[in-house]
């Protein structure tokens, strides 16, 4: 009679348990702009199938507010960027004007603009930012 009515209850303790997860997820995520939501997230980022659901649905969100910002994502990546800078300043010049601006910005929010190699790279690359400023 009694273990009848405990697995009646089990249902509703991993609702409880999923409910505080995702309560504690939200909380964690309000505090301080997520700044304790973080390190859970990079952890969770190790497992491979986590990993490319956070990518799909941090790519998601970026297409909903900035497309440009999502396109010239993709094309970066198709290219190869994020290994070569040469690669990166010819992936830039196939970028659209709007692509090339809106990359830039969010650039410079996360302050992870590519540092160039050489003069002529530097000097173009602060001409872009130039433009891009005066506009």
């Given at each position: 009679?009694?273990?009848?009515s405990?697995?009646w209850?089990?249902p509703?303790f991993i ?8 309560g504690t997820?939200v ?5 301080q ?7 859970v997230v990079t952890?969770l ?13 941090s790519?998601?969100a ?6 440009e910002l999502?396109?010239a994502m993709?094309?970066?990546e198709?290219?190869g960027v994020?290994n ?5 300043e010819?992936a ?5 004007a709007s692509?090339?601006r809106?990359?830039l910005d ?9 540092e160039a190699?050489n ?9 872009m930012?130039?433009?891009?400023r005066?506009?």
């Amino acid at each position: 009679m009694i273990a009848v009515s405990i697995t009646w209850f089990i249902p509703i303790f991993i609702l409880l348990a999923l409910a505080l997860m995702f309560g504690t997820v939200v909380v964690l995520g309000r505090v301080q702009n997520g700044r304790y939501l973080r390190p859970v997230v990079t952890t969770l980022a190790k497992i491979p199938f986590m990993r490319t659901l956070l990518q799909k649905a941090s790519r998601k969100a970026i297409e909903r507010s900035n497309p440009e910002l999502a396109s010239a994502m993709t094309k970066l990546e198709r290219s190869g960027v994020m290994n070569d800078p040469q690669r990166a300043e010819a992936a830039m010049s196939r970028l659209t004007a709007s692509e090339r601006r809106a990359y830039l910005d969010a650039a410079d929010e996360m302050g992870a603009m590519p540092e160039a190699v050489n003069r002529a790279q530097r000097r173009r690359m602060e001409k872009m930012r130039k433009a891009q400023r005066g506009r």
